[in-house]
Each structure stands twice: as C-alpha cells, then as structure tokens.
T-cell receptor, first 115, second 114 residues
Framework: AQSVTQLGSHVSVSEGALVLLRCNYSSSVPPYLFWYVQYPNQGLQLLLKYTTGATLVKGINGFEAEFKKSETSFHLTKPSAHMSDAAEYFCAVRRGTGTASKLTFGTGTRLQVTL | DAGVTQSPTHLIKTRGQQVTLRCSPKSGHDTVSWYQQALGQGPQFIFQYYEEEERQRGNFPDRFSGHQFPNYSSELNVNALLLGDSALYLC?????????????FGPGTRLTVL
C-alpha cells in the first residue's frame, strides 16, 4: 500500500524566510508524487509533480521539491516566503495507473507567514 | 476555458436525508474522481468514474453512490446522511490517456449535516 506522511501540521515562517514543508512516502513501486495548495474556501491547485526524470522539480509561485528515493522524501521548498503563500499544503502519491489510479493525500500542513 | 465546476457551493441537510452533488469536468476531460475532505484532514478518495462506470472505489459505504453521464459530468449521491458526512466534497477531472493522471480539482461543495 502507498501512503504519505506530512511532518508538522502547522509551520510558521517570517516573510522572506525559507519555506520547508516535509513529506515522506511509502511505496512498493516508483511513485508519482504531487504537491497541492489549498487556499481558504477553495479547491486544490497543483503546485508541482514528480513523475520520472529529473529529481528536482520546479513548480508555480517559486516552489520546488526534490525527490530523494534513498530517503523516501519529497519535501517542498521556497527560498523566500511571501504573505500570499499562507495556505494549506498537501502532499499526495498516485496509486495505480491510467484511469484506475487515485491520489492518496497526507493530512496537510498549514503554512503561516508573519511580518 | 472553464475549469472543473461544482454545484451547489454550500448545502445544509438534516440527518437521514439524501443529497446529490454535481460536477462538470474540465473541457476535454473524461474521468471524474470524487473526494471527501473532513475539517482539518486531507482529501479521501471516494470513487472514480470513466466511460460512465465506477472504476475504483475507496473505503466508503454503499450509502455513497455516483453516476457519470455521456457528457462526462458526474453526480455524487449520499443517502441516509449522518453527522459525520459533513465535509467538503471535491470533484477532480483528468484528461484521457494520461499516464501521469494529473487531476484538476473543482472548488468543492461544502455539506453540513445537522
């Protein structure tokens, strides 16, 4: 079975500081990994994804994530936080292939950005 | 290009009632998945529809059922509502023959059961 663990339900950073949101996965096969962001009272927006190839993945809004197979991790980073980054972030792993696949989500990390 | 749309945005029901939620996928998408997101939790997979058939199902009781129409839109039905069914219900669509199955999410329907 595949699963995702997000360490830290709440993370607070100052504006301009580094953002690091942690995600570890368990998978018996090479995973497809995703980070989604959810702003208050909205649905989920895809930030970035890892499928195959380059292990450092760049996404929208200056975010990036690195797939580390040896550590079974897919941590999300951003060099400099902005107030508009305050939201809930979800890491997800894809189970199955094609139309039979589904996403398994972590419990989420709420990012707070302070002045 | 319209994204994934869901209706209604909010819904209040009482225990024992039945509810129907609706989803229109993004243009060009043919697969629809439904997720339940309880307060403070990550989304949980309910089921997925493709070619008007349920293809995969998560760990949800039979009270949860769905349908997909020829135009790829979908409905989620929940019977005999329980207080614990209160949640944000998210619909996600994905395009045909997508190896990576990138799913695009709608804004959700917030269901409150009193």
């Amino acid at each position: 079975a595949q699963s995702v663990t997000q360490l830290g339900s709440h993370v607070s950073v100052s504006e301009g500081a580094l953002v690091l949101l942690r995600c570890n996965y368990s998978s018996s096969v090479p995973p497809y990994l995703f980070w989604y962001v959810q702003y208050p009272n909205q649905g989920l927006q895809l930030l970035l994804k890892y499928t195959t190839g380059a292990t450092l993945v760049k996404g929208i809004n200056g975010f990036e994530a690195e797939f580390k197979k040896s550590e079974t991790s897919f941590h999300l980073t951003k060099p400099s936080a902005h107030m508009s980054d305050a939201a809930e972030y979800f890491c997800a792993v894809r189970r199955g292939t094609g139309t039979a696949s589904k996403l398994t989500f972590g419990t989420g990390t709420r990012l707070q950005v302070t002045l | 290009d319209a994204g994934v749309t869901q209706s209604p945005t909010h819904l209040i029901k009482t225990r024992g009632q039945q509810v129907t939620l609706r989803c229109s996928p993004k243009s060009g998408h043919d697969t629809v998945s439904w997720y339940q997101q309880a307060l403070g939790q990550g989304p949980q997979f309910i089921f997925q529809y493709y070619e008007e058939e349920e293809r995969q199902r998560g760990n949800f009781p039979d009270r949860f059922s769905g349908h997909q129409f020829p135009n790829y839109s979908s409905e989620l039905n929940v019977n005999a509502l329980l207080l614990g069914d209160s949640a944000l219900y998210l619909c996600a669509s994905s395009p045909p023959l997508t190896v990576y199955n990138e799913q695009f999410f709608g804004p959700g329907t917030r269901l409150t059961v009193l």
